[in-house]
């Protein structure tokens, strides 16, 4: 094989890269405008203004094109949120930051919120959103985290790590519920406030 038709296979994959993350990207916003049921592949054409047939030379269909939504948020958030939480070497401040890092991706990135709530909510879609590991898989990761902390005496050891894990996932979920309802909803107060919470609940006393 020529070096150059290598060069080319390389650059025509390179695009179709990007050509498929323009489209999630503009999924997830048309999702967040018009709902759901209203984000078709033509309304999406329309934003990035490219023909319908694109898309679909790319996704074979809408599950497809969501699945790939559903795929790229939770990377996104896992890409900001991981780093900040990982590099905590105290139970307290691991919670801390699991906490105010989840919200305040929530606040900056609201078009994700609004679409994988809306995606999350449909009868037809709704499959896709619960089936991704990465979203099945939060309370665990939050667990073992609690368990871990516990273990060093880092976080008291006399609450469930399993309970708490779902009662922090479960506050954290409810304001991006509230989020999609009232965009003027101070997502900062709120991370302060349960914040705070979750540390007197997991804290051992000085």
Known sequence: MRPGRW????????????????????????????GYAGASFARIA??????????SYHFAGKEDL????????????????????????????????YIESNLAFMRDHRNNVVAMIGIARSSEAGHVFH?????????????????????????RSDFDPRVMAVAIRA???????????????????YSSEITTTFLLATTIEA
């Open 7 to 34: 060069v080319e296979g390389q650059d025509r994959t390179f695009i179709e890269a990007a050509r498929r993350a323009q489209i999630v990207t503009a999924a997830i916003d048309t999702i967040a405008e018009v």
């Open 46 to 55: 329309e934003r990035l203004g490219i023909s319908r047939g694109l898309i």
């Open 66 to 97: 969501m699945r790939q939504v559903v795929h790229e948020a939770a990377e996104e958030a896992k890409a900001y949120i991981a780093p900040r939480v990982l590099s905590q070497s105290t139970g307290p401040a691991m919670l801390s930051a």
């Open 131 to 155: 089936g991704d590991a990465d979203v099945v898989n939060a309370v665990s990761a939050l667990e073992h985290g609690l368990s871990d902390f516990q273990k060093v005496g880092q976080l």
């Open 171 to 189: 506050t954290i979920d409810a304001a991006s519920s509230r989020l999609a309802m009232d965009p003027a909803f101070d997502l900062d107060h």
